[in-house]
């Protein structure tokens, strides 16, 4: 058992793409399927960027980005990821998180685009302005 004290740092994260405070008392604790994100577009400085859609996978119930194309359950928009969380490394567990479910979201400001199919699958808890 080892009882060191040890510290772990990444880069600053961004929210601005949260449009307001409302619904950010209220988000869900999520398991992130790490093999379905790509590196250098999800996680490029080592933690998985605040803001990115994600859509449940059908089989295990962990989220991975939302892909309107996909056919695993990730086609259905369900909410974004609340604050960063650091990307696992080689023999680590999918690391939890936040998801937001309700609330305003900047679509401009978001880290991965949005198409009209996912915007309509959260139409009534998440208003992009």
């Known amino acids: ?6 510290t772990t740092s990444f880069g600053t994260d961004d929210q601005s793409w949260l449009g307001s405070e ?5 988000t869900e604790t999520i398991v992130l399927d790490t093999s379905l994100f790509t590196a250098g577009t999800h996680y490029p400085e080592g933690f998985f960027k605040s803001g990115i859609p994600l859509g449940q996978i059908t089989a295990g119930g ?12 990730r086609e259905k928009l369900v909410g974004f ?6 990307a696992p490394t080689v023999n680590t567990l999918d690391p939890s998180g936040a998801m937001l ?5 900047r ?4 880290p991965v685009a949005v198409d009209a199919a996912g915007k309509t699958d959260v139409a ?6």
């Open 101 to 105: 479910v309700h609330g305003k979201v």
């Open 107 to 110: 679509e401009a400001r978001l």
């Open 22 to 26: 409302h619904g950010t008392q209220a």
């Open 124 to 129: 009534g808890s998440i208003r992009f302005v």
């Open 1 to 6: 058992m080892e009882l060191s004290i040890k």
């Open 62 to 73: 962990k989220y991975g980005p939302y892909d309107n194309a996909a056919s695993d359950g």
């Open 81 to 86: 990821l609340y604050a960063a969380v650091g």
